[in-house]
């Protein structure tokens, strides 16, 4: 019997049942021995057109589509290039899996990496505060839990296991701050997580194809920027690898049952791991205990989507073990019991309110709606990229039902965050994070709609005409994935990017201001906003839904001096950064930041301390009211 296959494999790692047919009687399909040089080529070929592209980024003169049409055409065809070397590396996947590894973090670095070699400032404004606690701590020496700081920034003091780590890095690295390497963090996460979605793939999977695929797709389809210089980042990290330990060292005995029967699996799912006894188990919670207390000590959320996927594992008879999952819960409720119970009680307070609540706790980002063309175009495009990665992968739950049983808990833990969406809207952000901790499970199954099994017999012409068709289909999709992927990140880039000349305005004015000053914005989205956060107050402004801000906008002067403290010294900083992420986010109306300005520097209440084209500075002078 001949044999059809999408994309032909040599000496798969994966043996098939006995019975099942390889190639027929010729045997099975064989590459040229000299293919790896195919990999060789295409990762050299795309190095050079990236590296040529590298310094032709427009990134000072971005316009509406951020870096989008400011990225050469070079460093497009060196996506295009990679892309067509992964899918050839694919072919000798079971016998060189380094060549579609090396393709995987070839793609990250060619994708994340250009803001980390080219901005002279750390990308994302807001991620300055996280510098700025970093600073705070080297400089106190110290952790105040309980103190009463504005901007929202007593969380970090209960939540600092992030931040005390970059502290010993900023001391070991003789570094300045964290400034000088936070804009790599997307890399360096991005390479530490690939082995840990690895691990966790070929617990159920034995083919190297579909696993490098899930991993190449994870990539594309984490647009969501939360593996940048933060907390979520780090724990993130954990949570998967902790997940990882589970799913390969908590087997039950005796759960198995028709999961290691190779005539009853998908022809690339791997046997359920070894059974492990409660003295391993129990090891294995010795070990990972101090791995959950650094969850703990370093997100608010990430404990608990990790206690939900323990929960949701305990469901089925193969990880249905109760030590583990009790003593993440106590974990998790000590911390927030003790050095988390002020946000803790505050968040209980909120939930009141929220549980329930879908539409609103589904919402994205503040009470704004996206607006400008490239904000526009990269809100379609996150929902396109949701919409795909769910369909692939559902379609694999319903059509790969054998894989899909064997790779249950995989999928348990991807569903298990959904329901967080009834409990909280986690401040305009449990829709990404909720996306961000299913996408491991949905990247997977995504890969296995695309990546049909070389082994089994073809007892239907669908299936077979599929073999020839994923050969297609598979390059198309990663290809419309990685246009998606670019928008995504990249369409909104304008608010990311801030130009050291603002920075050093907004520094200055915050080491002038004495303690004790309120410093007024229209949001924290600009660079050193909480800059000597633990000596200001500050009051964001705009940060509420559009209708308040347009009253707003009839008589700022009024607005704001009303809602400044009697005796306050404040100061009111406008910068170019506010005034593009105002607009994207649709905070302010078209022309709002402009009218703000104006009136605010015309009043006699505000005394322009300076004014530049990427930013104003404005001191409250109560005495002229």
Request: hydrophobic fraction near 50%; include cysteine; aromatic fraction near 10%.
């Amino acid at each position: 019997m001949q044999q059809h296959v999408s994309v032909p494999s040599t000496e798969s790692s994966v043996q098939p049942p006995p019975g099942l047919a390889t190639g027929g009687d010729r045997g099975p399909w064989r590459l040229p021995r000299r293919a790896p040089d195919a990999g060789l080529l295409t990762l050299l070929l795309a190095s050079g057109l990236w590296g040529y592209s590298l310094p032709r980024i427009g990134f000072r003169e971005m316009g509406d589509y951020g870096l989008l049409d400011k990225l050469p055409v070079a460093y497009y065809l060196s996506l295009l290039v990679l892309t067509a070397g992964f899918v050839l590396s694919l072919r000798r996947a079971g016998t060189a899996p380094w060549w579609p590894a090396a393709h995987c973090a070839a793609l990250l670095f060619a994708l994340k990496a250009p803001p980390a070699i080219l901005y002279d400032a750390i990308r994302y404004p807001w991620a300055s505060k996280h510098d700025a606690i970093v600073d705070t701590l080297l400089a106190n020496g110290e952790l105040r839990p309980g103190a009463a700081l504005s901007g929202n920034m007593s969380a970090y003091d209960q939540w600092p296991g992030f931040f005390t780590l970059n502290a010993g890095l900023v001391r070991a690295f003789g570094v300045e701050s964290a400034a000088a390497y936070a804009n790599w963090a997307p890399i360096v996460v991005g390479l530490l997580m690939m082995p840990v979605l690895v691990l966790i793939y070929r617990t159920f999977c034995e083919d190297w194809r579909l696993i490098w695929t899930a991993v190449w797709i994870f990539q594309l389809a984490n647009w969501v920027g939360q593996d940048y210089f933060a907390p979520q980042a780090l724990a993130y990290l954990l949570h998967l690898t902790v997940l990882a330990v589970v799913l390969r060292h908590f087997v039950r005995p005796g759960s198995a049952g028709r999961l290691r029967d190779r005539t009853f699996l998908d022809p690339v799912a791997a046997p359920v791991p070894p059974p492990t006894g409660n003295r391993q188990r129990a090891i294995c919670v010795v070990i990972l205990a101090p791995l959950i207390a650094a969850i703990n000590a370093t997100h608010q959320l990430t404990p608990v989507m990790l206690t939900i996927c323990l929960l949701a594992l305990s469901f089925t008879r193969r990880y249905r073990n109760y030590g583990l999952l009790i003593v993440a819960a106590l974990l998790m409720l000590t911390w927030d019991l003790t050095m988390g119970r002020p946000l803790f009680v505050e968040t209980l307070a909120t939930i009141r309110k929220s549980i329930g609540e879908l539409t609103q706790n589904s919402r994205a980002g503040y009470a704004g709606q996206l607006t400008g063309p490239g904000p526009e175009l990269a809100g379609t495009a996150n929902v396109v990229m949701v919409l795909l990665v769910a369909v692939l992968a559902g379609t694999a739950v319903v059509l790969r039902r054998r894989l899909t049983r064997s790779a249950l808990p995989l999928l348990l833990v991807s569903v298990a965050p959904v329901p967080l969406f009834a409990v909280n809207d986690y401040g305009g952000e449990m829709l990404f994070r909720v996306y961000l901790f299913a996408l491991p499970g949905a990247a997977f199954f995504a890969a296995a709609t695309l990546v049909p099994a070389v082994a089994g017999s073809l007892r239907t012409k669908a299936r077979a005409r599929w073999r020839k068709t994923s050969a297609f289909v598979l390059p198309a999709v990663l290809l419309v994935l990685l246009a998606g992927f670019l928008p995504s990140y990249y369409g909104k880039e304008r608010m990311f990017y801030t130009p050291p000349e603002e920075t050093a305005l907004v520094t200055r004015t915050l080491d002038h201001a004495p303690d004790g000053s309120l410093i007024l914005a229209t949001s924290g989205s600009f660079p050193q906003a909480l800059h000597r956060y633990d000596r200001l107050d500050h009051w964001f402004f705009a940060e509420q839904p559009l209708a308040e801000n347009e009253k707003m906008l009839k008589d700022p002067v009024s607005y704001l001096a009303d809602g400044i403290p009697r005796g306050a010294r404040a100061y009111v900083v406008l910068t170019r950064t506010q005034d593009i992420y105002a607009a994207g986010e649709g905070l302010l109306p078209a022309g709002g930041f402009e009218t703000l300005r104006s009136k605010l520097s015309a009043s006699p209440l505000f005394r322009t301390v300076e004014s530049h084209p990427y930013g104003v500075v404005l001191e409250y002078r109560p005495a002229a009211r």
